[in-house]
């Protein structure tokens, strides 16, 4: 451990200084400065939200050099009002769940990772500023997301064909997180200051993030960020066990007490009876973050170092027992833990070229040390994950003058993984992936044309086990754009991904603490396809915006993790498998306002979500999110916003074998939000109920539904400033 420790510390400075080294390099002489929006923010155009969400037709960055890239059909955006709103979770999964399309991995209130259009894991892509976080919460559903949600600035969620411009772990969609750790604009003030503080009354939570920019120079800047968020035991509306799991250790209960066993009967009997709170499922976590932009005329250099931290709990199954490493078995055994530590070094450029073939070129690179350690009791460490990681880009655009119009670029990214403890269910591992991408886009009539395409070159190795795999994959993408009715543009795109299968489905084999499985991989497994039609229509109507998406896909070869229905280890055995899969789905979203004058203004928001995957054989993908519609209506006035929404979920009894079906349920939320300061709208006083008649929800995508159910009545109260 102590070489590893030395050989990480070595790493981190080697990569700092080359970071150190490229900024030096960076011409210093002083630009004219690009224009900023008061209070050093980007301007935004009008919309139905008071200036705090791009329109429906707008791409932000995910589409460089790109006008109207319409392979991202199926985007979505959250500003930082947006996710301020829904600060309660430190998890980016359990965020952007009111997103049509989005669902939750709901692991545990300390991890949850995005679903998108019924697919998770490897197959989505969650990326800072577009290159990845560097985790390892696409590996298992109890591994957090290093990303705290309240010290970012923008996140994007994009669906559909082009997210391949990602990497073929972007085949069910990515998250783009944008945030301002690397500055890319000169504050209009001496210095900025954004800040949040917040506390809710259902988790005992405490939060806030600050941040602050200081112009240095003319054209450098300095930038400095961090978050603290602490929270008590989750409350919840009812019982922690869904009706069957209950009643299977009521029964269990009964069988004890016939068998004369009275304390082990009492001990299931209160598991099945624990109420009103999830036991061990508090959290504590902090982030600090520090950057320097050089911001020259129109090219942007800057670099920057992180830290996150957390710790969080695992909530035990009720009623598993489970055998610890020495074949002991333990009774009453302690709350297992994990504590989670990620130092990064990014650095990141921005280049004009000019007015020739190629207008700019962006360079972006990440380093990640990650470490997090499992803790089965206080102070007894069952199995550390450590993984190191690299991964960097470039990107030239061209110039967007002209009938064609894309961008052209290559990857490269490299992971050591390595697992120590008895429980290390995965062999050291290491992973390197080369990629060329492309995406272009011709016409500027009525009708365009658009395509994409990536080949990607990987290979997967396990020394331990003497095994290697070498996967050549190639994805493309055709789309055709119609603009001939006014305000709304609609298309039609067609895809074929193919993705590679990860080290944790090809070598997994053993038992996992956290997710209380033992997991087992398949090294033959092969690669996956997929090919995909989607069809969609965005733009106005009248004074509204609506976006309608319908898609399919077709997969072969498609890669899940299913329970066998047998014990190993007495944990359920959960294997990945391959059998090709046909998902299918629409989504819809409409916002329209009802009222609108120059003081008052009264709009509804409305969206609906619906995804169906089926087998081969004809059984049910596991673990696929029900239809959920949600419907809101929101006052709007200079100081005030008021909303209501009430969004639904059916029951989902479309299931996988030994899978267990979930009921539908309702949430009713509402908010309050004032603006005290008529000169500055950046300052907001918030209060907020959550789920107010307190259901017992639990989300069909989570591997822990039947004991991990949503928060239960929440309110919560919160403050921002911006100055």
Known sequence: MIDSSIRHASSRLAFAAVLCAAFAAAPVQAEEQQPAAPGGQPRVEDDLHNNDSPPVGDIIVSANGLKELDLLAGTSVLEIRDIQRDAVTGQIGDLLTKIPGVSATSFSPGSSRPVLRGQQGERVRVLVDGIGTSDVSNTSVDHATTIEPITVERIEVLRGPAVLLYGSQAIGGAVNVIDKRIPTRMPDEDFHLDAFAGVDSAANLRTGAASLDVGLTNNLVFHVDGSWRKTGNVEIGGFQLAPALREELLEEAAEKQAGGDLEEAAEYREAADQRGFIPNSDIESWTVNAGLGLI???????????????????????????????????????????????????????????????????????????????????????????????????????????????????????????????????????????????????????????????????????????????????????????????????????????????????????????????????????????????????????????????????????????????????????????????????????????????????????????????????????????????????AQTDAFDVRGEVQWFAKQDRIATFETPTDSFTLVNALVAWRPLADNRNVTLQIAADNILDVNGRRHASFTKDFVPLIGRNFRASVSLSF
């Not at 055998?323 to 280049?351: M, S, T």
């Not at 033959?524 to 509204?544: H, N, P, Q, V």
């Not at 229905?565 to 391959?578: C, K, N, R, S, W």
């Open 296 to 634: 020259l005329g129109e090219s942007t250099f800057g670099a920057s170092l992180g830290w996150y931290d957390t710790n969080y709990g695992v909530i035990k199954r009720p009623g598993l027992e489970h055998e610890h490493g020495g074949g002991e078995e333990e009774e009453g055994e302690e709350n297992v833990r994990i504590d989670l530590q990620q130092f990064r070094a990014d650095f990141k450029g921005d280049i004009y070229l000019g007015e020739g073939t190629f207008e700019r070129l962006k360079l972006r690179a990440g380093y990640s040390d990650y470490t997090h350690t499992e803790f089965e009791g206080p102070g007894e460490v069952g199995t550390v994950f450590d993984s190191t990681s690299v991964e960097a880009r470039a990107e030239l655009v061209q110039n967007t003058e002209g009938s064609l119009r894309g961008s052209t670029g290559i990857q490269y990214q490299h992971r050591d993984f390595l697992a120590v403890g008895a429980e290390a269910y995965i062999p050291p591992n290491l992973t390197d992936q080369v990629a060329l991408f492309t995406l272009q886009e011709f016409g500027t009539g009525p009708f365009q044309i658009e395509a994409a395409a990536r080949g990607e070159f990987t290979k997967v190795k396990a020394n331990t086990l003497g095994i290697e795999r070498d996967f050549d994959t190639f994805s493309g993408a055709l789309g055709v754009v119609y603009e001939g009715v006014p305000g709304i543009r609609m298309g039609i795109n067609g895809s074929r991904a193919e993705r590679a299968p990860s080290a944790e489905e090809l070598f997994s084999d053993g038992p996992h603490i956290a997710t209380q499985a033992f997991e087992v991989g398949d090294p033959d497994l092969s690669t996956e396809t997929a090919w995909g039609l989607e069809a969609y229509a965005r733009g106005s109507i009248g004074a509204g915006t609506f976006n309608l998406t319908a898609y399919r896909q077709w997969f072969g070869n498609y890669i899940f993790l299913e329970d066998a229905g047998i014990e190993e280890d007495d944990l359920p055995v959960f294997e990945y498998l391959q059998q090709d899969a046909d998902f299918w789905g629409v989504e819809a979203e409409l916002s329209y306002p009802l009222i609108r004058n120059d003081r008052f203004t009264l709009l509804t928001d409305l969206s609906a979500s619906y995804v169906e995957a089926e087998l081969a054989d004809g059984s049910a993908v596991p673990r696929i999110p029900p239809l959920s519609l949600l419907g809101a209506l929101e």
